[in-house]
């Protein structure tokens, strides 16, 4: 398939049709969440870290899971499991009871360059995710945060997606005001800009400079090049968050976009917004999206902790045995480019001997 040539398919969809045909909301059968159950009582001794597909036992789920993975990966890109009662396990309870559902789903990926697996996503002030995850100066002396750290403030999210093959967020509160997620088929950005302005959609099948800022210590490059746009063997794959490519802008060894490439990624995020669709989670809900067809933003929320109005999500970042095969230039950030690989997440810091 030519870079020129549209893409087809169920990932193709506008946020309207999307939003009114929800072909990719999976309420739990009842029979799969007795069997949840039973897994988090009868693992109680054993730490969420250690819990695996074998010690936590779901039987009769697989035909679930192989819907949810078939839509991910074949359909809309996206699913929100639903029926979950969050209210009946304490946190710990939660963690085993995500991590195993993540085990049953794929293989959970290093999130940042500590080696969490599992991140909770709340607000926890500008100076706690800056520290965590980084933070710079822009080149009028304003704080610049990494992707990480905004991730952990209260304010909006732009369209982006995550490094790993499926991110999985499971709401354990919602905050009061707020918070909405917000979701776009990058395969129909895709096709909009090239039938808007096959000059910029080209640029954007070519090399756009990225920085690592805030995730490897480290790593093979401080700064990168990968399109914004890939397609191998008929399917996309679109990796795209704003702030690294601005921090790569930042940097002296960053080759300095063209105002045409500029142009493009501001109509990259234009389309985004017009195609895109508004979903707000309820606790117990699961959101899986595909970040190689999905791109995911928030608004800003506001908490209200006196009436336990405090936004909280437990994020994996998760392999799947169903993936896609990537283009071979997409080794620099995914590593194994080939179909059904674990792949994805972030380098971890090498240990002296």
Known sequence: MSESSFLQGACVWQGNEIASNPRWAKQFPAAVLDAIDTAVHKTKDVPWRKINRENFPLPGAEPYF??????LENGSGMVKMSGLDVARYDAE???????????????????NRRGEVMREIKDEGMGVGAKLYGASTDTSGKPFLSSGARTLSPGQLRFHTDRCDV???????????????????????YNEILRR???????????????????????EHVVYDLPIFGVRDGKLTSHFSLTYIENSQMLPMGRKLTDAEHEAIKLLMAVAEEVCFEMRF??????LLNNHVVYHGRTAFKDDVTTGQDRMLMRLWLSV?????????????????GAGQPRGGIAQPAIAA
């Open 66 to 71: 192989d819907d949810v993975r078939e839509e």
């Open 93 to 111: 309870q939660l963690r085993r009871l995500w991590y195993g559902l993540g085990a049953h789903l794929g293989t959970a990926m290093f999130q």
């Open 167 to 189: 991110v999985g967020l499971l709401c354990v509160r919602q905050a009061s005001e707020g918070g909405v997620s917000k979701l776009a088929s990058s395969a129909t950005v």
């Open 197 to 219: 302005r096959p000059d910029l959609h080209a640029l954007l099948c070519q090399a756009i400079p990225r920085s690592r800022f805030g995730e490897e210590a480290g790593g």
């Open 282 to 287: 309820s606790p117990g809900d699961i959101q």
């Open 321 to 337: 045995p169903n993936s896609r095969a990537l283009p071979a230039d997409h080794a620099v950030l995914w590593g194994d480019v």
